[in-house]
Nanobody, 128 residues
Framework: QVQLVESGGGLVQAGGSLRLSCAAS????????MGWFRQAPGKEREFVAT????????YYGDSVKGRFTISRDNVKNTVYLQMNSLKPEDTAVYYC?????????????????????WGKGTLVTVSS
């Protein structure tokens, strides 16, 4: 079993930055591909960024490319999402997910079919 706990959300002005963290329990964190996804009020959950088990490969949604950076620390069992130049349309609940059987690239398009584990989310609100 893996438990994922997100943190770092909050209220920020447009143009500002936040760093989200997702802490994972268990000793097998380094074998999981990880991802960040978000869901805005009244909208479907969407792909934000994924990273493979080693951290060598990362993938980003078009709306965040160039502004967000995903990274991981396999010693601390944590994955991060650095968010810069935030916009009001980035407002959403951000969820962390882990999957061992799906590549990081495939997670970006197949996450709605189910990931091994999901966190409960952290709310990010960007004011204009």
């Amino acid at each position: 079993q893996v438990q994922l706990v997100e943190s770092g959300g909050g209220l920020v002005q447009a143009g500002g930055s936040l760093r989200l963290s997702c802490a994972a329990s268990g000793r097998t964190f380094s074998s999981y591909n990880m991802g960040w996804f978000r869901q805005a009020p009244g909208k479907e959950r969407e792909f934000v960024a994924t990273i493979n088990w080693s951290g060598a490969r990362t993938y980003y949604g078009d709306s965040v490319k160039g502004r967000f950076t995903i990274s991981r620390d396999n010693v601390k069992n944590t994955v991060y999402l650095q968010m810069n130049s935030l916009k009001p349309e980035d407002t959403a609940v951000y969820y962390c997910a882990a999957d061992r059987g799906t590549t990081a690239q495939t997670m970006a398009v197949q996450f709605s079919k189910g990931m091994d584990y999901w966190g409960k989310g952290t709310l990010v609100t960007v004011s204009s």
